[in-house]
């Protein structure tokens, strides 16, 4: 694997400033994606460590937040433009051409309001049940398995529009070979975090079957917003089935010194 593709990785997914030189093709990259969303979850958690480590676990709510506008931060918010965008979209029509132009609009619609709202008040929610219950290190493993649906998808799926789009450039020479490659990468990363971290990346598995055709249906295809809320999507569903089941599988979760 091109080692210029982590590069490239880390500047689309997050807001780290790194030199180098990109891949030479972009979907060289999408082997690197769990990796990037490994990085993400590390740094996330040790925030959540830190919150508690000065303040305690009295006051979950405020780590709460401290970590969300971290992660807006350290991704630009991107995922979650493209969750609004969707929103947008799927709420302004039901014929496809139309979405697409509602979802390249740079003016943010109700719907996509609505739906930032809602993802915020989602992972506030999850985030201090999982800060009380010290099961933040859930948020490493589901990274992971967000970035890898998004190479799944792109490898799955065609390109929605018919010009050119962010996510196009990462759809060019991509095979299911690079797809598999990434998701061993992302099952071995999970590994590091026992059983739960394989039940992860199972669920994402399953819930990956159900966008796909999904967007298929809806949009054509796939875009770079529609990658955007796929993240977004998948750390809530995730996150939430994490903090509802609580003790009974935050147990299973390997690498307990990471837990805040």
Known sequence: MDPRGLITAMRTLTAVPLGGRDAARFSDSLFWFPLVGFFLGVVLLFIGKAWNGVVGDDWPGGGAVIFLTAQILLTRGLHMDGLADWADGLGGSRDRETRLAIMKDHHLGS??????????????????????????????????????????????????????????????????????????????????????????????????????????????????????????????????????????????????????
């Open 111 to 260: 719907f996509g309001v609505i739906a930032m709202v809602v993802d915020i008040l989602a992972k506030w929610v999850v985030l201090e049940r999982l800060l009380a219950s010290a099961g933040l290190g859930v948020i490493v493993p589901v990274s992971v398995v967000s970035r890898a649906a998004m190479v799944s998808l792109m490898t799955n799926l065609p390109y929605a529009r018919s010009g050119q789009g962010m996510a196009r450039p990462f759809m060019d020479d991509l095979s299911h070979g690079k797809e598999a490659a990434a998701a061993l990468f992302a099952v071995c990363l999970c590994l590091l975090f026992g059983p739960l971290g394989i039940g992860l990346f199972a669920a994402g598995w399953c819930i990956t079957r159900i966008l796909g055709p999904a967007f298929r249906k809806g949009f054509g295809g796939i875009t770079g917003d529609l990658l955007g809320a796929t993240n977004e999507m998948m750390e809530i569903l995730l996150l939430w089935l994490c903090a509802s089941l609580g003790n009974l599988v935050l147990p299973y979760l390997g690498w307990v010194w990471l837990w805040p």
